[in-house]
C-alpha cells in the first residue's frame, strides 16, 4: 500500500509493478500472434523505465525527432518513426534515428525520396493510409474522420505500391478493444488488400487497450494469427500503443490547498491544475476517477468540484462533482488515478504553475524522487 500521505505534491508517481505487469501482457501477446509490439512515446514517455520496457517489447515509435532522439538515447534501438509533416532540416537527422519511416502523404514521399536516397543508410518506408472508418467517438481523437489530415485515401493509390514503398500504417483506433479492431480491418482490406498483398510490413498503430480488465486477448490473438495467415508475404504485424503500456500504473497526487465556499457547491482548490497538468481532462474531456471518492449524486452530504490553481477561469473539473465520505480538510491528500500516460506528455507551464515532481514507487516499495522542477526550468522554457 503506497503512503500517499508521504509523498510530496504535486506529483506524479509511477508503480513499477503495474507496469511490469502491463508489459508481461503485451509480450505474451507479441508471442502468441507473432507479432511486435512497440511503445508510442506521444503516449508514454516515462524514459526512466525504458530498460524495462525494452526488456518486454520490441521498441518504440517516434512522431518527432525529439521522441526518436529519446528513444535512441535511452532505449538504445532505432525508432519506428511517423510525422504527420517532415521537415527538410530534421528529415536526415530522422533517417539515421530510425528503422522505419511512414510518410502521411505521396506528396512528402515524393518531395522527400531524394533526400532519403542520398542519406546512404537503409531504412524501411512506409505509408499511412485511411481506411475512412473508425469508431472513436470523440472527434478531436479520430484520426479517419471526412476531414482528416492524417493519412492517404485510396482512390489516390494504384493498384500497386510505389518503388521503394515496403510498408503500411494505418492508425484508426483509440480506447479500443478487439472487436473494433476487427471491423476496422474489415475496412481496411477492402480498400487495400491489393496493396497489404504487396507489403513487407503492416503497423496497425495504437488505440489497442489491452491492458485493460475484460479486454478479450484471446480474440486479439486470433485476429493476428489470421491476419498471418491471409497474407504470408507480410514479414511483420506492428501494434504501437502507448496507453496499454501506461494503463492503470500511476497516478497525480494533489494536496488541499483551500475550499471555496460557493452557493451551489463547495470547491477543493489544489496544487495542481487541469489546464497545466491533466489537459485531457478539458480538451477530450473526461472525468478522472479519485481514489476514496465517487461521483457525486442527489443527497450526497460531502460533495466537492476540483478546482485547478491556474488563473484559467476554466481550471476545474467540469464534468461533474465528487463524493467522499467526509468533509475535506486543507492538507489533506487527492489522488488522481491513471495519470501516467497520455497526461504528463502534455503538461505545460503556462502560468509558471509549479510543474508536479516525477517519482517511482519501485518494485522493492520504495520512494524514488526522479524530478523536481525549479525556476529555471520554467524560465528556460520561455526566452
Known sequence: MIPFDKIPTPCYLLNEEALEINLQILHMVEQAADVKIICALKGFAFWHEFPMVKHYLSGATASSLNEAQLIFE??????????????????????????????????????LLPLYHSAGKKVSLGLRVNPEYSEVSTDLYNPSGENSRLGIRRHLLGDTLPPGIEGLHCHALCENDSYTLERTLQALEQKFGTLISQARWLNLGGGHLITKEGYDIDHLVHLLQDLHLRYPNLEEIILEPGEAVGWQTGVLVAEVQDIIR??????????????????????????????????????????????????????????????????????????????????????????????????????????EMLRQFTHEDYKNKLS
Open 74 to 111: 535511452e532505449m538504445n534501438t532505432e525508432a519506428h518513426t511517423y510525422c504527420p509533416a517532415y521537415t527538410k532540416e530534421e528529415f536526415p537527422l530522422l533517417l539515421q534515428l530510425s528503422s522505419h519511416l511512414t510518410f502521411n502523404s505521396l506528396s512528402q514521399y515524393q518531395n
Open 262 to 367: 460557493c452557493k451551489d457547491f463547495d470547491i477543493a482548490m489544489l496544487d495542481t491544475s487541469f489546464a497545466c497538468h491533466m489537459p485531457d481532462c478539458l480538451e477530450m474531456p473526461y472525468k478522472p476517477n479519485i481514489l476514496n471518492a465517487r461521483d457525486a449524486r442527489k443527497g450526497d452530504k460531502y460533495v466537492y468540484r476540483m478546482g485547478g490553481n491556474s488563473c484559467l477561469a476554466g481550471d476545474f473539473m467540469g464534468m461533474g462533482d465528487y463524493a467522499f465520505d467526509h468533509p475535506l480538510q486543507i492538507g489533506e491528500r487527492i489522488v488522481f488515478d491513471d495519470m501516467i500516460h497520455y497526461t504528463m506528455v502534455k503538461t505545460t507551464f503556462f502560468n509558471g504553475v509549479k510543474h508536479p515532481d516525477i517519482a517511482v514507487w519501485t518494485k522493492d516499495q520504495q520512494l
